[in-house]
DNA sequence: CTGTTAGCGCATTCAA
DNA sequence: TTGAATGCGCTAACAG
């Protein structure tokens, strides 16, 4: 900068001033500068920057280690994170963080200026401690009362709505809901699926349909073992969604060893995976895709925005899912009357 | 840390001195100070460490945009990378890179010590500027002669071979490679398929067996229409390597379509992916499930011992997949004589 | 073994 | 509209 500014025949405040747009310059030496970092390829540096203005223009995205494994549905969270992070000016770090002592390091080393919690449980104690540290953040996804916090989350109500709807506007009475479970230890609560089932049950009720909920593990043989139990326990359900998207090849394919065939038999709905993953069964399941980069974006974009400290956006943001008409549902073969 | 300091009756240079252990220290003094430290909570401020040791501890993963969504097996290099740098006491930040200015920001902002540099091509334009730029960096692939580089990869060689032989030694004798394609654009030249490719006719070449090659777009679709072109274009087949996990899942249910049994009729072995992935098959695949882990890992310990100037290491790391027994591989129907 | 001191590269206040 | 000077929090000589 001290280049720059000798360069250009201007003081180096001068050269903070046009980089920054912080103070009016004259055309002229506004001009005169740019040249001076054209001609040495100047850029300023980040850590003095940071330094000097206490903002590291860095963001973190918070996701827990030693948990689950990431989904496919996953990675574009981070990416679409990242890009929006950079289109705003900003990087974004991933912090994998197993236990308080690397939140802790998160908070008070000065290294963010803000955090992108990830995976958030309907009990999250990263909460109450990133509210501790008076650190800025935002949630992708929600804790039981979220009113106080920003964040964005799929809209998990009016996307079983719209699920159960489809199916119902086919003709379906009787429907099931598997989901990945509650979980245990420290997943224990996980939103998606708390939000899931209690919207199921609801819409069920409210619609006067026959509902029946289970869960499996994440993994397709967990998916082929629910098959036999859900043909055991439910026999006389005709549609079916799937929140887990792991599970949904096993299920499928363990439906068609027991002979039943999809649509035909049972519509399966998979429910907030992505087209890719509905691809992957056979037939392709139509789903209701997560909208995992758009929430992404919103979600950084709200953090930024509080950083900036434009409130003035809504804090919170839920979207739903999109459908995506694949070849799992049909009408059901014998209509109710 | 003027505070520790004071409260220590220690000099700020003591108090960073304990720190760091970047001199002796006498225990006596040495308690006082973490004793203070512990009093206060203090946490050394990292943007006031980078700006006067001239390392950030932050090193970015590179990774291109604009290009194809990360397949599933891709996320495990991304929070394995993560995981080591903590470990390390390095943080890691996405740096998505569609041109070249923002490589040039990259390595012209002083923001990271070093750069991971991932899905390499064969002629990496890449490459050149970080070497240009004087930024220590690692490959997770290979460039075409790469010998003077530091990277850890798939052994792609020894991984082909030890398929071809799992094959080779159930009987089979003629055996096909189904890959995701050269790509186009900027990620044409992609190693992985190039390097496979390679050593798949070589080893078949030497084993005296029967090769055919062929490609399909990353999607299960085109693995369904690849199905079909296989059965037509190479009757006699009996064994199919396949490195395309998307396309994976479309070619084992096209098969089942043309009623084709897997492995009664053909033997499928998938390559260069995940047990997750291989699971997701019904049957569920035999897979050469790849290090992704352990490339994340070995490629982030490789740029920090370089970073520190131990360079004694291997500089170039070759790591196998790993053969996990599925159901998709069996002798085939008509052993050859 | 410990203290003093000079920057690291920049933003920003205060004068001019 | 511009310049001079101060300091962000810490590391690393250099002295003692």
Redesign the pocket.
Known sequence: ??DV?KLA?????????T??N?????P???ARVEAAMQELG????A???A????RTHILALLYPALQHRFRGTVVDFFTSAASTANEHGYNLVLWPAANDAELDELTST?LVDGVLLMEVQVEDPRVEQLQASKTPFALIGRTADPSALDYVDIDFENTIAAAIDHLAGLGHTSIGLLDGGLGRGQLRGYGPVVRARAAFAETMAARGLTAYSTSCDESPGAGREAATRLLDDAPGMTGLLIMNEHAAPGLVSGLRHRGISVPDDLSVLLIASSREMAAMNDPELTVMSAPSIELGRRGVELLIDHLNGRSDHDRHALVMCAFEQGNSTAPPRHPAA
């Open positions: 900068m001290q500014a025949n201007v003081s180096i405040a001068t050269v903070s001033f980089v920054n912080t103070k009016p310059v004259s002229a030496t506004r100047f850029r300023r540096n850590v003095g920057r330094l000097a203005s206490k000065g």
